[in-house]
């Protein structure tokens, strides 16, 4: 167990620089997900907490010794990568014991630790076979049992559930999760997928273009997302955004519709609003002009067009909703604790 | 699903494969047919008559001391050409690998002594081996070592090998290179976490893994070394001093060619043909087999 620590850590590739300057704080038995589109810098992140990426700039510190200049083998971290990265000419046995042969540990305890990381991963009738002889699944458990049995301060995870198909990966997804709390070890990981963020992380780190844009607990970073991205990019489908203009008592839209919020707001902003929080409703403030209509099943995403406007808009209505049974101008209400205000310029978010 | 060819008539098929077939036939089948009826002749000193002798020829070749030594010589030779020309190109390799900066320049260059011909790097190694005016043999003078591989057997195979294994690093290096950049950099990188450094990295990670590109090569180069260095030895030592150099393929040159003992050379063809053949088999039934994973 250990903390993890990250002092404005900053990256640059030539005279580009890729991480602005990231501040982290990973408690003892943590369990925090990067999470960013590809290309915001996450995966350079991890690398670099790894030491398979040299730090521009800043501080990484694990248990509070600085590790900027450690070479991979000596932080005492292990990590599971996208493509599994296991052996392919040793059999799974010898995938998870080759870090410990080379630490020269005895061989009745690497046999242990085998034994006891196989059991806990449902590995044990795979031990001898090769890893082009097992499934994806299978793969990414033995990557999984080769980080466990180093028994490492700091586990770190880069995307290691996006080559599996879907089922497949809402198990591994649990897998992990129960695997984490069980062995309480601390834990960074990488994902483009917000369902795995949010459903893993004790914290999460939402990441765009090089920068933290918010650090929080997940339900924290859906309820009050910090800026317009990280309230863009979580949540599914994601948030609504419409340009309006500050008012006494709400947000003026652009096609000059009032939608009160019950507080005061100033200046251009951006008025974000989640699909599941549109509530159908004859007297509401926001008009929709009805397009395409998707079900779900347990809820129907209907798809439109702000009236007099160009901005497009989704609400997520639970039960199943005909195309045909929806009028062609749906007005709905927006709860004023469900609207997002963020400042248009900045996209930082405003008031409560 | 594979995609194939359907034909509907013979015609067509034989066509196309014809050429191949007629190469085959008049370049191989025929001279390795005309190989073996010679080998079972005794022609006389003037061609004018042969006489059939069955596989005397062969009874004498074996009893041969100078033929058994050949043997010898043959396999020092391509052993040493194999394991020199795959060695250095191996560690070229691996270093061409880790650089970043200036790689294809550094490529471009080792690839370049493929482009000379066998016999040519024959001339250039004699001229700098040469006992009278050789640039290295001058140097070695100076440092009171008194070169001459023409007296001194062990030099003159020295040299062939050096010579013969010289052009052959750039075909290797090619093939290794390849090899090591098909390895993904992950796996380097997760034997890094585990704690290997850059030799334990090499010997249980890389080197495993290049195992199928060095099997072919040790293939290839072995057939290299039994037959196309044929142009380097006969620039250089002609298979002297005292048949020092005369490996197999050269000793049917000069017995034919020289010795006019045409049965005899044919014979030797033929065994010769016959020992890279089984050769082959082995290496791809008892080797390939465990480089594949």
Not at chain 1, 317 to 327: A, C, F, T, Y
Not at chain 2, 177 to 184: D, F, R, S, Y
Request: one cysteine or more.
């Amino acid at each position: 167990m250990a903390t993890l620590t990250l002092t404005q850590v900053r990256k640059s590739f030539g005279a580009t620089e890729v991480i602005h300057g990231v501040d982290i704080d990973v408690a003892e038995g943590e369990f925090i997900v990067i999470v960013g589109p590809s290309g915001c810098g996450k995966s350079t992140l991890l690398r670099m907490v790894a030491g398979l990426e040299t730090v521009t700039a800043g501080e990484i510190a694990i248990n509070g010794q600085r590790v900027n200049e450690r070479e991979p083998m000596d932080r005492n971290i292990a990590m599971v990568f996208q493509n599994y990265a296991l052996y392919p000419h040793m059999s799974v046995f010898d995938n998870m014991a080759y870090g410990l042969k080379i630490a020269r540990m005895p061989k009745p305890e690497i046999a242990a630790r085998v034994a006891e990381a196989a059991r806990l991963l449902q590995l044990e009738p795979y031990l001898a076979r090769r890893p082009r002889e097992l499934s994806g699944g299978q793969r990414q458990r033995v990557a999984m049992g080769r980080a466990i049995v180093r028994q490492p301060a700091v586990f770190l995870f880069d995307e290691p559930l996006s080559n599996l198909d879907a089922k497949l990966r809402v198990q591994m997804r649990l897998e992990i999760k129960a695997l984490q709390r069980k062995l309480g070890i601390t834990s960074l990981y990488v994902t483009h997928d917000q369902v795995e963020a949010m459903t893993l992380a004790d914290r999460m780190i939402v990441m765009n273009e090089g920068n933290a844009e918010q650090i929080g607990a997940p339900l924290e970073v859906y309820e009050r997302p910090a800026t317009l991205f990280a309230a863009q990019f979580i949540g599914s489908p994601s948030m609504n955004v419409l340009p309006g203009e500050g008012a006494e008592d709400g947000v003026v839209l652009e096609n000059g519709m009032r939608i009160p919020l019950g507080r005061p707001v100033a200046g251009k902003v951006m008025l974000g609003i989640r699909p599941e929080h549109l509530v159908p409703d004859a007297d509401g403030p926001l008009a929709i002009e009805t397009g395409m209509s998707e079900p779900v099943g347990a809820q129907t995403l209907v798809h439109g067009r702000l009236t007099g406007s160009t901005a497009e808009c989704v609400a997520s209505l639970p039960g199943v909703h005909r195309e045909s049974d929806l009028p062609a101008v749906q007005r709905y209400a927006v709860p004023p604790h469900a609207a997002h205000v963020f400042d248009a310029a900045t996209g930082r978010r405003i008031g409560v | 699903m594979e995609k194939r060819v359907t034909f509907k008539g013979w015609l067509l098929p034989l066509l196309l494969v014809a050429p191949q077939v007629a190469v085959t036939a008049v370049f191989f089948f025929y001279p390795a047919g005309q190989a073996v009826w010679q080998s079972l002749f005794i022609p006389d000193p003037f061609g004018l008559k042969s006489q059939f002798v069955g596989l005397g020829n062969f009874e004498f070749l074996l009893g041969d001391p100078y033929y058994r030594a050949s043997f010898v010589t043959t396999a020092i030779f391509s052993s040493l050409v194999t394991v020199v020309s795959m060695g250095v190109a191996l560690v070229l390799a691996v270093l061409a690998d880790r650089l970043i900066k200036g790689s294809g320049t550094y490529r471009t260059l080792l690839i370049w002594p493929y482009a000379v011909a066998p016999a040519v790097a024959g001339v250039l190694w004699l001229f700098m081996f040469n006992t009278r005016v050789g640039v290295v043999a001058w140097y070695l003078g100076q440092l009171g070592y008194d070169w001459n591989h023409v007296l001194n057997g062990g030099e003159a195979m020295g040299l062939v090998v050096v010579a013969s294994a010289w052009g052959r690093i750039s075909y290797n290096f090619l093939f290794f290179l390849a090899g090591l950049q098909a390895i993904p950099r992950s796996v380097i990188e997760a034997a890094a976490i585990d704690g290997a450094r850059f030799w334990t990295r090499f010997w249980t990670i890389v080197f495993p893994l290049l195992s199928p590109t060095t099997f072919f090569l040790l293939v290839v180069n072995i057939v290299y070394a039994f037959f196309e260095t044929f142009g380097v030895i006969h620039t250089i030592t002609s298979g002297g001093p005292q048949q020092a150099t005369t490996i197999l393929v050269y000793k049917v040159f000069a017995d034919g060619f020289v010795g006019q003992d045409l049965g005899s050379s044919a014979a030797q063809s033929v065994i010769l043909l016959v020992v890279v053949g089984v050769l082959t088999v082995v290496q791809f039934r008892f080797i390939e087999r465990r480089v594949h994973y």
